[in-house]
């Protein structure tokens, strides 16, 4: 079984300044990492993934995420936001198989940006 | 690629009645999709996994006579809450997985607002 925590539940930052969102999970098996992004009445939108190959990923709107197999973590980070960035951000993970398995979601983090 | 399309986007039903929520992918064949339910400030909750022409799986403590999904076809799941209470009033999303290797991982519906009245 997968598990995933996101250890803020709401993170506020100042517009321009970076920012980071943590994310660990454990599993017993080799996982994919995703990280969505969800604005007001709206569903995910994917902000990067990691399959394989290198551990930092970029993704869409400046974002990007290192992999760290040995913390088992998946942190986001952009160096600066935006006021447009004030959305929800869900990590997740799926096992590595050919099997219609569930993706597994973090209780997510609110990013509050400060003007 | 990779889209999921959902319906509708927002409705109000009357209480008693019932509500359809569908699900198509556009540009793939979605043989699994997976229905959430997601509660204000809260992450989503898995309700069921649709098996195209199977039965549903259900996650524990969903009542699969009240959250009726199909799923007849490869690109068109549909929920549907039966004899819908107050109590249903959520955002509902839909996600199907993608193994096409140029985007492969879940592509998720643009959810769908219900408030019962």
């Known amino acids: 079984a997968q598990s995933v925590t996101q250890l803020d539940s709401q993170v506020p930052v100042f517009e321009e300044a970076p920012v980071e969102l943590r994310c660990n999970y454990s599993s017993s098996v080799s996982v994919y990492l995703f990280w969505y992004v969800q604005y007001p009445n709206q569903g995910l939108q994917l902000l990067l993934k990691?399959?394989?190959?290198?551990?930092l990923v970029k993704g869409i709107n400046g974002f990007e995420a290192e992999f760290n197999k040995s913390q088992t973590s998946f942190h986001l980070r952009k160096p600066s936001v935006h006021i447009s960035d004030t959305a929800e951000y869900f990590c997740?993970?799926?096992?590595?198989?050919?099997?219609?398995?569930?993706?597994?979601f973090g209780k997510g983090t609110r990013l509050h940006i400060l003007p | 690629g990779a889209v999921v399309s959902q319906h509708p986007s927002r409705v109000i039903c009357k209480s008693g009645t019932s509500v359809k929520i569908e699900c198509r992918s556009l540009?793939?064949?979605?043989?699994?999709m997976f229905w959430y339910r997601q509660f204000p400030k809260q992450s989503l909750m898995l309700m069921a996994t649709?098996?195209?022409?199977?039965?549903?799986?259900?996650e524990q403590g969903v009542e699969k006579d009240k959250f009726l999904i199909n799923h007849a076809s490869l690109t068109l799941s549909t929920l549907t809450v039966t004899s819908a209470h107050p109590e249903d009033s959520s955002f509902y999303i839909c996600?199907?997985?993608?193994?096409?290797?140029?985007?492969?991982?879940?592509?998720f519906g643009s959810g769908t607002r219900l408030t019962v009245v």
């Open positions: 990691y399959l394989s190959g290198s551990t």
């Open positions: 996600s199907a997985r993608v193994r096409n290797p140029e985007n492969y991982g879940y592509t």
């Open positions: 540009d793939f064949q979605a043989t699994t």
């Open positions: 997740a993970v799926s096992p590595q198989s050919n099997r219609d398995d569930k993706i597994i």
């Open positions: 649709s098996n195209e022409g199977s039965k549903a799986t259900y």
